[in-house]
């Protein structure tokens, strides 16, 4: 039997439900519940204070509700303008700054429902848009931030723009909400199709994302659609497909589980979307719309089996996928400092910690962006490891941008620690719903006592992938970090440990739903060990393999390494 949400879908008339009804409702600061659903599509959560709430219900006050809203921004690539529409819209609706997230783009939290549509109008005016940024459809396609490194990456950034307006969904629906787009009636709102996704959209959400070797900072792997770029003589030649990744889990239920694609072939660059359009139909059509925690595509392939999927997405392409071409993978982490692009331009990748841009004492990360966007005459580009980009700068102007850097706090990437540099979380408490334990607000103060342990064995400098959630849900990508902590309950998380630093292994429970001082003595005594055993170049995730710490998993997707 479908899905609650399935019906919610289908009587939606395609995503408006009763959503305009609860935004003119002036006596609650909420929206109907199924309309909950249907706004996530248009790019928006309803969330409340978590902080807060019990204090509320004892005043007898209702929750203090608010909107996440979330942009679509393919590749993470926006203007220098952009940034400051961007910024505008934090200042002026957003509680909490802007916040780069693990799919290259921005949300911003504690939203008022009042606000809500001058919001979403406001990044519509800076030529971007929120539609299918959330939801069960195809969502931001992400791309390696390197795309400035050659003309044949920045034709693989130039499908992922593509591949993101190609599968927005068609309804109308998002423009009659928030840009007074006239309203569908009579024949023509009985005509109104969506032809790739149907009156149901997707069983799941869907992500793709792009990787350009030898730099996995997407974690390509992670992605439903996996598609890793293949450049052969200085020309983008095509790109290896890879099938069924997925990130999320459910504490207690085996039956859900983190995935990694399979690499199924190679496709050239003019049958790309055609081949994207296949694979989102077949889910489409065989995803499970019983039960939404085995709805995405990672179910789908495990239920029917690699080569059967294989074979449907062929039989409705109507040719075979070529084999897959060699490739190889250094690292899924991003490059700080300066890196030179092609076209004699330079790139400047400054540390974000958890993605959280905001003006403190220590760094004004909101002042000295605007400040930068005002001269800046490149453009500015997020990656997935929640950090930033000053793009495309002139030789001459690179003494400007670092005194600027350096002025406003930005230069972390300096001083920080190999731990520190390689750190993601999610947002968790207090506003997402979700959230069973504290993440991007803890993380800073784990770290320092990280630090410490490290530094008393002389790893303080070691590069090592640490990655926190507040659930099991995975937006931080916790299953592919060295050191990943998963939220059980306040205070206490499983340790999971053995990724690798090329984003192609999972890593493994290591201590289930324990606390900070269990957690601190079982990785100070691995860091140990590390700093005595470890082989020159060993990284600490392939170093508890090697002795045992952790058995071998037993199932490597397949991929293909030069």
Known sequence: MPS???????ESRFLRGTIAEGLADTVTGAIAESDTKLLKFHGSYMQDNRDIRDERRRQ????AYAFMLRARLPGGVMTPAQWLAFDELA???ASSG??????QTFQWHGILKKNLKASIAAINAAAASTIAACGDVNRNVICNTNPIES?????????????????????RAYHEFWLDGEKLVGEEAANEQEPLYGPTYLPRKFKIGIAIPPLNDIDVYSQDLALIAIIEGGELVGFNVGIGGGMGATHGDPATYPRLADIIGFVRPENLIALAETVIGVQRDWGDRDERKHARLKYTVDTYGLDVMKAEIEKRLGFALEPARAFHFDHNGDRYGWVKGHAGRWHLTLQVESGRLLDTEEHTWLSGMRELAHIHTGDIRLTCNQNLIIANVAEEDRDTIDALVARHGMDGYRKNSGIRQHSIACVALPTCGLAMAESERYLPQLLSKLESSLDRHGLLDAPILLRMSGCPNGCSRPYLAEIALVGRAPGRYDLRLGADFQ???LNQAYRENVDEAVILEVLDGLFGRYASERTAGEYFGDFLLRVGVLSEPRKIPLKVNA
């Open 503 to 505: 984003g192609q292994r």
């Open 151 to 171: 003309e044949a990456h920045e034709a693989a950034y130039a499908w992922a723009a593509r591949l993101s307006e190609h599968l927005k969904p068609k309804t």
């Open 4 to 10: 609650h949400l399935e019906h919610i879908k289908s």
């Open 91 to 93: 200042s002026n609706y």
């Open 98 to 103: 802007l916040r780069i997230t693990t799919r």
């Open 60 to 63: 007898k006050l209702e929750p």
